[in-house]
């Protein structure tokens, strides 16, 4: 059941802008927030500076790329020397020294494409990923966090769209649903592909940044005061946006052969990434390009089942901000598929 074809958005969209406003800011962290994120790194770097002296800590995620929330957990990256060491061995060390110094439910999770510590801490009460030399997600961090300076509506939306995405059970990579990285790098592709351009190709301009990491080479304009206008000319609201972009992954999107592509700007196809067949475990189903490892498919974790859940969500938001009479409450009533 796939309904195509443009409908016009109903005429009174933009009397919906304030409260989505409200909302937005009330997601914001807030500065005890921050404070205490802060405390957390400190005391995270006191215990691990005695162990690896050398090591660096990078924030990544929504603590570092300005898309976090009050309910973000905090994601670190620990930047250290391998020697004969594998990944997982430091590890299973990491959270020995973690568990000894009093943080809480310490975890490794060696499974994962990305393996992890992770630990609550009881001061703040925050849930944290640590990751080891995953320098592509600091790299991605920084291009996030540079996007969302360009325009101030890519913020907004993203963080609706990340709100809305956990109240309606959408946003859980165990069970097959999009992370919040998936759901911002959307909302990136979207904007660039508006008629007037809310946010340009930083990827396709001359590259300002350069950062290596394993043989690849991540690159990108991020001389961004240059670019402080460039969504000007769109004067599309966030009210008209959210609409739009709820409408575009139901009724527009083509699941069979599209993938979307910050990198590029613009929407490629599945048969140029050789995305067409299922490989091992990444069905492809719904493709998002991750911005630097390219062969990697941010929508490899939705199934045959799952994609049918997202796009009825997709379908329910589109319909609802078109039709419901109070629907800044009606599209983040909570559900649980
Ligand atoms: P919240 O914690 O929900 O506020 O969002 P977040 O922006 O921190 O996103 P998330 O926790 O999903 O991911 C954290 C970071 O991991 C992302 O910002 C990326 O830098 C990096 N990352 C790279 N590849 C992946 C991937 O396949 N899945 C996820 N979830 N994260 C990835
Ligand atoms: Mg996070």
């Avoid at 603590?63 to 004969?84: K, M, P, R, W, Y």
């Avoid at 061995?89 to 000894?100: K, P």
Wanted: with cysteine; proline share 3%; net charge negative.
């Amino acid at each position: 059941k796939m309904r195509r074809g443009w409908i016009e958005c109903r005429h009174d969209i933009d009397s919906f802008a304030p409260d989505l406003l409200s909302l937005y800011e009330s997601l914001k962290p807030s500065e005890e927030h921050k404070s205490k994120q802060t405390q957390l790194i400190d005391s995270l770097a006191k215990s691990l500076s005695k162990e690896w002296p050398n090591a660096r800590l990078h924030l990544y995620g929504s603590c570092a790329n300005s898309f976090g929330t009050s309910h973000s957990d905090v994601d670190v990256c620990l930047e250290i020397e391998i020697g004969t060491e594998s990944t997982v061995e430091i590890l299973q060390r990491l959270a020995d020294i973690l568990h000894g110094d009093n943080f809480d439910d310490v975890e490794a999770i060696t499974s994962a494409r990305v393996p992890i510590v992770r630990m609550l801490d009881p001061g703040s009460g925050f849930s944290c990923d640590i990751c080891i030399n995953n320098l592509f997600a600091v790299a991605n961090t920084k291009l996030l966090k540079d996007y969302a300076q360009i325009d101030g509506r890519l913020l907004q939306l993203a963080s609706i769209v990340k709100h809305w995405a956990k109240l309606r059970g959408v946003n859980e990579t165990y069970r097959g649903t999009l992370s919040s990285y998936a759901y911002v790098l959307m909302c990136i592709s979207f904007l660039q592909l508006r008629e007037p351009k809310i946010l340009p190709c930083l990827q396709a301009m001359d590259p300002t940044y350069i950062m290596v990491v394993d043989d690849t080479k991540c690159t990108y304009f991020d001389d961004i005061h240059q670019l402080h206008d460039f969504g000007a000319e769109n004067k599309e609201s966030i009210a008209e946006l959210l609409w739009a972009f709820f409408h575009y992954w139901a009724f527009q999107h083509d699941y069979r052969k599209d993938v979307i592509s910050i990198r590029m700007g613009k929407i490629i196809s599945k048969k140029e990434k050789d995305w067409t067949t299922r490989v091992g475990n990444d069905r492809h189903l719904m493709c998002i390009e991750d911005p630097f490892e390219i062969s990697h498919d941010l929508g490899r974790v939705v199934d045959r089942q799952t994609i049918r859940i997202i796009i009825e969500e997709f379908e329910r938001a589109a319909d609802v901000l078109q039709h419901d009479n109070d629907p800044c409450v009606t599209l983040f009533k909570p559900y649980n598929y």
